[in-house]
């Protein structure tokens, strides 16, 4: 795999769309898991799940992003880059109507009919991985991005079989629509993370700010989204062990690969 991107290190358009299609995959294996799933998943199991799709997000802005971030560039950069990541999605999260997988709406009240405000808030919460991976592809440090994307990938497994279930239990669909559903909430990682390699391919000097922008958007959605859906409904505790699962995971991923 390393050899694959280093040969496409002068392409960075096809650099982050072979990354962008590698982490959308995961996300199609979670969708398609729905098919073999019975008609009802406890909330228990989907708040481990997401709770450890958290935690390797978490682990991964700090060692893929922020770290490697610091050392091409310094810590003003980076922090600055951090700041604007979360303070951008924030906006977002605010103006954008949207809801959340627990039904929170945000941005604007319940004039879009709920399918709608579910796949917009599909899309924000997707937007920060595609592009994370990208910028992470576009410095060239194949072994921070390699696991970056590895951990995006992962991830996306329990996200995507997430977001068809809901749309599933929510009677939205059914089992194809819902499915198809998943898939599409990844689809939008491929151009994010083909735009993120190519500004950072074309401007060196945006890389800290780019990958501590990455970093700040996925820790927003992490402890905005994520985490306070988990602990909803009195499963905070497992929840929480999926988070230092995810953490431990990401930690041995970096520690294999990217010796």
Known sequence: ?????????NQPWVLGLVAGIIITAFNTFGALLVFFSKKEVSQKTLDISLGFAAGLMLSASFTSLILPGIQKGGVVPVVIGIALGALFFDWVDHHIPHTHFAGRHEGGGNRIGALWLFIIAITIHNLPEGLSVGIAMGSKNFHQAIILMLAIGLQNIPEGFSVAFTFFANKMGNKVQSVWMG??????????????AFLVSWMHFLLPYAM????????????????????????????????????????????????
């Open 183 to 196: 898939i599409k909430s990844g689809l939008v990682e491929i151009p994010l993370a083909m735009l993120g």
């Open 212 to 259: 501590g922008f990455g970093a700040g958007a996925m820790l927003y959605v992490v402890n905005d989204e994520i985490i306070p859906e988990t602990h909803k409904k009195g499963h905070e505790r497992l929840a929480t062990f999926g988070i230092i699962f995810g953490i431990i995971l990401m930690l041995v991923l970096d520690m294999m690969i990217g010796t």
């Open 1 to 9: 795999m390393l050899k694959l991107f280093t040969s496409l290190q």
